[in-house]
Structure formats: C-alpha cells, structure tokens
C-alpha cells in the first residue's frame, strides 16, 4: 500500500512538472513571437523612410541612377521577404551594401549634407538603426534561453512530446553590423555644414568705397614716438 501511494505521488509530482514545463514552453514560445515581432515593426519603419532619402538626394544627385537603383530594388527584395528570420537576415545583406554606398555618395554633395528634409531623414533612420539592434539583441538572448529548454533534459521530453522545435536566431553578416552605416547626426555637424553650403552661395566681401578722388582714402600717419619734438 505504501509502494502504490508513493508511486502515485511521483506521479503526480511529474504530471504538476509536465503541466508546468509545458505552460513554461508556452510563454517563452510567446515571448519570442513577440520580440519578432519587434524587429519587424523597426524593420518595416526602416523601409519606409528609403524611398522619401532616395528622393531627396536624387534631388541633388540625380546622375547617381546606379547607386540609387541598386537601394531601390534591394530594399524592395528586403521588405518583401517573408518567412524565417534566417531568410529576413539573408535578405538584409544585400540592402544594408547597398545602403552604405548612397551614404557614401552622399557625402561628395555638401548641398544635401545641409539639407534640412535629408538631415531630418537621417536622423530617423539612424535612431530606428538604434531601435533595431537592440530589438535584435532581445530576441536572440530570447531565443537563446528557449533553445536551451529544447535542448536541455529533462525538460526537452515535454518539448518532444508537444513539439517545441528550437527557434532561429536573426544574425546579420558579421560585416554588416551596427548601424549598416548610417552617419550619426549631431547639432555641430549640421551646423557644420550649413555654414559650409552658405559660404558657397554667400558673395565674397567688396573692398572699402574710394574716396570722392576716385582713389582710397589713405590711412592715418602713425603716433610718433615717445621724446619726439
């Protein structure tokens, strides 16, 4: 009798665990959808503020079809990828190239450097860069501590027996990290270039009027010295 009450209480020890591991597996599932979804809300905000950066250098350097086709199509290759998050980092690779090669041509215009839409623009996508990195490194610490329930006994019988697959992680091309080289926006660089685009527009300052002899006026004869008669 004993013997059958203690196996009854194991029993229902590794049922109220199962329950557990399982409502434990549920949440974290749930978390890591959720930290996806993060991701993809920066990503998609992301998208977004290309076409209006496009439009406003080719204001400025329309010749520079190349470089802008190549951000045009690739940002549309990347915000029509779905599936994965291994397939949304692949598709990543090719934008961010991309990207980084406007901001390198922009920086042969110090018109559309002072420009206030551009600066505005890029200091948006700069701080959904922010945004994005840290969403990304919430989700694979996530990710990372589902996985190791998956894997880890005795809780990967529950994952087993109830499906729980281990999650991927979004890893971007080590290359491509940080901030897909994006310029960071400060007030002195902008004022730094304002200034630079004004003295290009400015008129250079005209010498002093002449005198009514049509010559200048001359200047006055210095003090003389001390003890002089």
């Known amino acids: ?55 406003t ?11 802008l086709e190549a951000v045009t199509n690739a940002r549309a290759m990347a915000a ?17 190239a991309a990207l980084r090669q406007l901001f390198a041509v922009v920086e042969n215009y110090p018109d559309l450097k002072a420009n206030q839409n551009f600066l505005q623009l890029q200091g948006e996508l700069s701080d959904t860069e922010g945004r994005l990195a840290q969403a990304r490194q919430v989700y694979n610490d996530t990710v990372r501590g589902f996985n190791q329930r998956v894997q880890s006994f005795p809780s990967m019988v529950v994952a087993s027996l109830f499906h729980f697959t281990a999650q991927e992680y979004f890893e971007v091309d080590e290359g491509l990290r940080g901030d897909a080289g994006v310029p960071k926006v400060s007030f002195r660089d902008v ?24 010559s200048p006026s001359p200047a006055p004869p210095p003090p003389p010295p001390p003890g002089a008669p």
């Open 80 to 96: 029509s990828a779905t599936g994965s998050p291994a397939a949304q980092a692949a598709a990543e690779g090719p934008f961010v």
């Open 1 to 55: 009798m004993q013997v059958l009450i203690a196996i009854l209480v194991v029993l229902v020890l590794v049922v109220v665990w199962g329950i557990g591991s399982y409502n434990r597996f549920v949440a974290q599932r749930n978390v890591v959808k959720n930290a996806w979804a993060n991701i993809d809300t920066e990503l998609r905000r992301r998208y977004d503020l290309i076409p209006n950066i496009v439009e």
């Open 191 to 214: 004022a730094a270039a304002a200034d630079q685009a004004r003295a290009q527009t400015e008129p250079a300052s005209e010498p002093p009027a002449p005198d009514a002899g049509g």
């Open 57 to 67: 250098v080719k204001g400025y350097a329309s010749h520079e079809r190349e470089t």
